[in-house]
C-alpha cells in the first residue's frame, strides 16, 4: 500500500466554494478507481479549526501503489494541474491502514506530520505508530486511520477520517472532506 497526497495553498482572499463545487462535481468521476483504496477530497479554510491558510489537498490510499501512476498520467490530473499549477506530490510507504464500511460517511479528516530523527528505531516508531493507528480506528467517529513514513525527508504522517468534527490537539491540519471516492 500507498498513500499519497498532493496540496494547493490558495491566497487567503480565495472563493472556497470553487473548491466545493469542484469536489461537487468531479469527485464522483474516481469512484471505482482500479486499485484506489480511497480518496478523501480535503479542504480547509484560512481560520477555520485553526488552518493558516486556504488548501486543496486530496489524500490518497492506494492498495495498488503502480495505480497511482495510471492516476498521475491520467487526463483528470493532467486537469488539474491545467488549473492550479505543478503541485508537489508526497507519497508514504503505509505502515497500517484501517479503514471501516461507513468510510463515505467521513466529514473531516485531521493530518498530523512527525519528524524521524536520525538513527531512531525504525522498527520501535513503525511499531509504535502501528498501535497508535490501530486504536485509534477503535474510536466510534473514526472511520479511516492511516500511519506511514516517508524516508526521503524522514517523516511520518498519521491521517485519519472522522465523521463529526475532531477535538484539536497537538500540532496538525484538520479538513472538511467534500466526497470520499472507492474502489
Known sequence: MMAMQYSFTLPA???MSIIDRRIRDKGPMLDGFPGLGFKAY???R???FGSRENLY???YLWQQPERASDFLTGPGFEALTQSFGW???TTWIVWQAQTTPPVAEAKFATEETIAIEP???LAEIRDDEIGR???QARQADIVASVTAFEPTNWTAV???LHRSAPLIAGAGQVYRVGHVSLP
Open 57 to 59: 489537498a486530496p489524500f
Open 87 to 89: 503541485p508537489r506530490v
Open 119 to 121: 538513527y531512531a528505531s
Open 42 to 44: 480535503l479542504s480547509a
Open 158 to 160: 498519521r491521517f485519519s
Open 133 to 135: 493507528a490501530q486504536r
Open 13 to 15: 482572499d480565495y472563493d
Open 46 to 48: 484560512k481560520g477555520e
